[in-house]
């Protein structure tokens, strides 16, 4: 059973920081694609950020700059540092991922329960 475990939430002011973790436990055979999502109650959940296995990455336009995504392949983490938080980066964060499982079982995506981030003064 795979299963990803994020932690790092919390209630920041505006202009602060916060380090969301995810880590990926479990039998597979290796991981993808990570990245980060966030979905606000009414929306969508959006993409934030992705980072390959190789390390390229991705970010949505509203963090850019100020948001960084990494991650670590031996221990099966993704981290994302966020700075200068706004309140409109209230939200709560998923973790997510691209797990090749094995031949047999083939690929498939997993997502975190969620961790709340308030940015609020």
């Known amino acids: 059973q795979v299963q990803l475990v994020e932690s790092g939430g919390g209630l920041v002011q505006p202009g602060g920081s916060l380090r969301l973790s995810c880590a990926a436990s479990?039998?597979?055979?290796?991981?993808?694609?990570m990245g980060w999502y966030r979905q606000v109650p009414g929306n969508q959940r959006e993409l934030v950020a992705t980072?390959?296995?190789?390390?390229?990455?991705n970010y949505a336009d509203s963090v850019k700059g100020r948001f960084t995504i990494s991650r670590d392949n031996a221990n099966n983490t993704v981290d994302l540092q966020m700075n200068s938080l706004k309140p409109e980066d209230t939200a709560v964060y998923y973790c997510n991922a691209d797990i090749y499982l094995s031949y047999y079982y083939g690929r498939r995506y997993y997502w975190g329960q969620g961790t709340q981030v308030t940015v609020s003064s």
């Open positions: 980072i390959t296995i190789s390390g390229s990455t």
């Open positions: 479990g039998s597979f055979f290796s991981i993808n694609a």
